[in-house]
């Protein structure tokens, strides 16, 4: 993901704390789950669907459709918690990231850090953007 060019840059839309922030996503019975940690915060989709209803069944990840477009938009809004900046970042942030998080490894789960999240927001153009899961 490029680096983000507008007025609102991610310095400016969190604490430097939250680089300690990691989000983890699993399945449960078949369900997707997405964990903010510490703490085991359940991220829910309520407040990206009322910005935008991609999805009003849940989140995704894995491919580019619009479960996970919903998940990139409640990360970028709750890691960032700028709804501007999250709606001008999470069609890439989608395409870039949350389209390649996979539950197949031996533990079953992804996990993105904040320290991730930041990289990726900063990366500069022919940069990797995957995060290492």
Known sequence: ???????????QT??????????????????AI??????????????????????????EWGYGGSGPAQLALALLLDYTGDEAFALDHYQAFKTEVVSQLDCAGSAG????????????????????AAPSI
């Open 109 to 128: 789960r992804w996990r993105l850090t904040g320290a991730e999240i930041d990289a990726i927001l900063h990366e500069t153009p022919g940069e990797p």
């Open 34 to 59: 997405v964990e903010k940690r510490p703490g085991q915060e359940r991220l829910t989709p309520e407040r990206s669907l009322a910005l935008v209803n991609h999805s009003p069944s849940g989140f």
């Open 1 to 11: 993901m490029s680096r983000p060019s507008d007025t609102h840059s991610i310095e």
């Open 14 to 31: 969190h604490p430097a704390s939250d680089c300690d922030i990691a989000y983890v996503g699993y399945r449960q019975s078949g369900q």
